[in-house]
T-cell receptor, first 115, second 115 residues
């Protein structure tokens, strides 16, 4: 299957700093990318959907000014957690789909810990 | 809106025993159905999916699932589990409207295979 990578796999930062997470589709063009957040022992919750070259669509309750998403190319989407706080600590997972997009491919996730 | 219910948060089972992980969904429109597996600190891997056709779907690692439209269920089964099957399993749905490709996940079921 297609490969989606995320970088970094783990990040620890101080409260108040910003953190950027990259999501790349390595062998296909991802017209749509999704960002999910997963708290410990919980399910994945969709944060936002981004289409290449356009603004992301955020789910209800997700602050778009806090979670900045950029999908500038068909192979790269970034999620920036601005002014991170301990409650933002979570596992962030991206997924990508291309073409008709019946199947989405998931990245390995990024563990964010805010001290 | 659609929702997914996984009634069992944990399922302990002995090695080589059969297992069934339950999934029920609710949706006002037709959906595609998926099962994903997540190993610790990793992203999601697709086990199997139901798009159309035969209601019995076979996936990787010996898993299969049966779509029951009248009961709105998509239970996952394996006739004989291995220690390596210990992981978190997520059922997910996606509506058939290609304009919305995001998945809605259940809360997950932790399968614990004991020797």
């Amino acid at each position: 299957g297609a490969v989606v990578s995320q970088h970094p796999s783990r990040v620890i930062c101080k409260s108040g700093t910003s953190v950027k997470i990259e999501c790349r589709s390595l062998d296909f063009q991802a017209t749509t990318m999704f960002w999910y957040r997963q708290f410990p022992k919980q399910s994945l919750m969709l944060m936002a959907t981004s289409n290449e070259g356009s603004k992301a669509t955020y789910e209800q309750g997700v602050e778009k000014d806090k979670f900045l998403i950029n999908h500038a190319s068909l192979t790269l989407s970034t999620l920036t957690v601005t002014s991170a706080h301990p409650e933002d600590s979570s596992f962030y997972i991206c997924s990508a789909s291309g073409g008709l997009g019946l199947q989405v491919f998931f990245g390995p996730g990024t563990r964010l810990t805010v001290l | 809106a659609q929702s997914v219910t996984q009634l069992d948060s944990q399922v302990p089972v002995f090695e080589e025993a059969p297992v069934e992980l339950r999934c029920n969904y609710s949706s006002s429109v037709s959906v595609y159905l998926f099962w994903y597996v997540q190993y610790p600190n990793q992203g999601l891997q697709l086990l199997l999916k139901y798009l159309s056709g035969s209601t019995l779907v076979k996936g990787i690692n010996g898993f299969e699932a049966e779509f029951n439209k009248s009961q709105t269920s998509f239970h996952l089964r394996k006739p004989s589990v291995h220690i390596s099957d210990t992981a978190e399993y997520f059922c997910a749905v996606r509506i058939m409207d290609t304009g919305r490709r995001a998945l809605t996940f259940g809360s997950g079921t932790r399968l614990q295979v004991q020797p």
